[in-house]
Each structure stands twice: as structure tokens, then as C-alpha cells.
């Protein structure tokens, strides 16, 4: 496979995956991106990182994003190039908001950008390829494709389905200031867990489905508000207690928050919280005195997004 190209520019949306109940499965694209862009070059690889990661993320060929491309190139039999590339990052790192997924992501678009059939990385191998790097599916599905994703594991590749969640939802999102790595959130996993608990996630992750299809309505009702299944849909049993001894704050967080109402999960593997409908104002001031960076995030319609300008500016 020749190049086409020899810079490319790619953003790429934070996500936040499982939503409560839908562990490994249910994800969000979040209006909150990271812009790569790359030359190829013949010299040796050199990376400017601004914002989150800077000073901490690598610099060098074991980067997250050049290690995704590289994989990408290699995928499609491309050549291997040298890179010099910018990243402007505001995605917190490890805070359950994706930020390796959308690293991942944001590699293999580039790939894709940089070689002549960007068909041989449609959206689909671009899942595959970040879901073997990633573990799970279930935030790239949405870093690529936008919008909310359910995404599993076939017997051979992964799969994801895609949806457009209620125009009105604008997910709050609470941001701590200490990080939790997910592999460490993932170690204190149980290998078991009981079937009344696997029959409780599997209804409610359900139902958030339905909830956030918009196109369902209750059984038995005129009412034709669904929204207020929204907290009983946000309960989980798969993982958020079980991850409480790593991160106190934010499970203590998630219980205040339920307790007045708000259908509030960790996400992805925390330790960031985020809520789901309203928070209001005395709520946001209070978690915000107590160290909590509090943002609303709009839903992102996108993915992965290219841009292709006139003159490169790496
Ligand atoms: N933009 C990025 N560039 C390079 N590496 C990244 C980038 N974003 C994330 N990473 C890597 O991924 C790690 C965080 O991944 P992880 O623990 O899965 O947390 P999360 O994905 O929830 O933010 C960072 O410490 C860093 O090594
Ligand atoms: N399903 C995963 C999701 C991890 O998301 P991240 O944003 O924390 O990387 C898990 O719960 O481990």
C-alpha cells in the first residue's frame, strides 16, 4: 500500500463508557476533543504534546498515537514513516473519560488520512484494530463513530451499534484531581459475581437502551416521559461497588448524587463521575468546593473527525 499523503489532522471525542450497568458495552462520545496532526518525514520521530500529558506522556516511537498508527500502516502493508507530530490534548488522562481510546483512535485515523485506499481502514477495522490495543470495545466504538455505541465481542471481531441518545441530554460530568489508571481499576474486578446481580445490570442496561433510543414508552401508561427510568436504568451492580476501595471520593460522590435524585454513575473505570440528567446549581457549587472539576459536555454527533488544511501547521 503507497502514501497519499505525507501530513494529516484528526480529532478525536472523549468517551465514557458503561454508564452504570453496561460494562464493556455502553459508551458516549463527549464534546470535548483531542487534535493530532503528522507530518511523515524521513527523520526520527519527534512529538509536541500541549496540554493534558505534556511533560508526562512519551515523546518518542512508544507514544500512545504513534504506536496506533504504526499499527494501522502496518496493518495495510504501508510503509513506515518517520514522525513529527502535535498533539493538543484536553482529554484528562485516567480519569475514566477515555483518554486512551481516543489516542488509540486518533492513531489509526491518521493511518487511514496518510495512505492511498483509506478504504483498507474503514471505520470497522479501525474497531477491530483499536479494540485489540484497547481491551474492550466499548469506548472506542464511540471515539470512531459519535453518538452513543453498544459494542461487543462476536466470536471473531467486535461489533457496535450506534444511536443518536435524546437531543436534550447534555451529561455532567464531574472531574476529580487524582488520576486512577483503568488497568488498576480492572485488577479489582471479581472473576464471579452472583446471577441475581448479572440478571439486575442486564434489565437496567436494557432499559437505559430504550431510555436513551427515545422511541420507547411505558407499559401500562399514558405518560409518554420515559426520562424518569433514567436513574433506575443507571443502576449497576457489575463494578462500580466492587471499585470503591480505589476510588472513595467518587463513589461517595455517586451516592450523594443518587440520593437527591440524579442518575449518576462512575465513568468508564472512574474516577471521574458523571451524571445523566439534571444537577443543579447548589449540587455543581457544592461537589465544585469540594475539589470537583464540574463541566456539562454536550453529546458529540461525531467521531472521529478529519481535517485536511491548506497549509499544515506541525
Ligand atoms: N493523547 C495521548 N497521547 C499519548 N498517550 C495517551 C494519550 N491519552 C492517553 N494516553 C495514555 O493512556 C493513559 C491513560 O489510559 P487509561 O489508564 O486507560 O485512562 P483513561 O483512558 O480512562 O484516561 C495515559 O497515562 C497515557 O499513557
Ligand atoms: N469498561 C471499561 C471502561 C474503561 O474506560 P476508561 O475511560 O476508564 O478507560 C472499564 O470499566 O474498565
Redesign the pocket.
Same mark, same amino acid.
Given at each position: 500500500m503507497q502514501l497519499r499523503a505525507d501530513f494529516a489532522r484528526v480529532s478525536v471525542p472523549a468517551t465514557s463508557a458503561n454508564l452504570g450497568p453496561g460494562f464493556d458495552c455502553l459508551g458516549i462520545a463527549l464534546d470535548l476533543r483531542?487534535i493530532v496532526s503528522v507530518h511523515a518525514t524521513a527523520g526520527p520521530t519527534s512529538i509536541v /504534546?500541549e496540554g493534558?500529558?505534556a511533560g508526562? /506522556? *512519551?515523546e518518542g516511537d512508544d =507514544? !500512545? %498515537?504513534v504506536r496506533a498508527m504504526r499499527v494501522g500502516l502496518d496493518h495495510v502493508g504501508a510503509p513506515q514513516v518517520g514522525v513529527r507530530m502535535h498533539?493538543h =490534548?484536553v %482529554?484528562?488522562? $485516567?480519569? &475514566? !473519560? &477515555? $483518554? *486512551?481510546? *481516543?489516542?488509540v483512535v486518533?492513531g489509526l485515523a491518521l493511518a487511514r488520512e496518510l495512505i492511498r485506499d483509506a478504504e483498507a481502514l474503514d471505520d470497522h477495522t479501525i474497531l477491530q484494530l483499536a479494540t485489540h490495543m484497547e481491551g474492550h470495545p466499548d =469506548?472506542v466504538a464511540p471515539a470512531i463513530e459519535g453518538g452513543m455505541t453498544v459494542a461487543w465481542m462476536g466470536d471473531d471481531d467486535a461489533q457496535a451499534l450506534r444511536f443518536e441518545p435524546p437531543a436534550s441530554m447534555t451529561p455532567t460530568v464531574f472531574i476529580p484531581d487524582f488520576p486512577l489508571?483503568? $488497568?488498576k481499576a480492572r485488577q479489582v474486578l471479581p472473576d464471579v459475581v452472583p446471577y441475581r446481580d448479572a440478571v439486575a445490570n442486564i434489565s437496567r442496561a436494557a432499559v437505559l437502551v430504550a431510555v436513551m433510543s427515545d422511541n420507547a414508552r411505558t407499559v401500562g401508561s399514558d405518560d409518554a416521559d420515559i426520562s424518569r427510568w433514567l436513574f433506575d436504568a443507571t443502576e449497576d451492580h457489575l463494578h462500580q461497588e466492587y471499585r470503591r476501595a480505589v476510588m472513595e471520593p467518587s463513589l461517595a460522590l455517586v451516592d450523594w448524587l443518587r440520593e437527591a435524585g440524579v442518575a449518576a454513575v462512575v465513568s &468508564?473505570?472512574g474516577p471521574t463521575v458523571m451524571a445523566l440528567n439534571h444537577v443543579d446549581d447548589d449540587m455543581r457549587a457544592s461537589a465544585q468546593r469540594s475539589g470537583w472539576t464540574v463541566r456539562s459536555l454536550a453529546v458529540s454527533g461525531d467521531g472521529i473527525r478529519t481535517d485536511r488544511p491548506q497549509r499544515p501547521n506541525v
Open positions: 483531542d /504534546v493534558e500529558g508526562t /506522556v *512519551s =507514544n !500512545l %498515537i498533539c =490534548n %482529554i484528562p488522562h $485516567s480519569r &475514566g !473519560l &477515555g $483518554s *486512551s481510546a *481516543s489516542a486518533a =469506548n489508571a483503568t $488497568s &468508564g473505570a
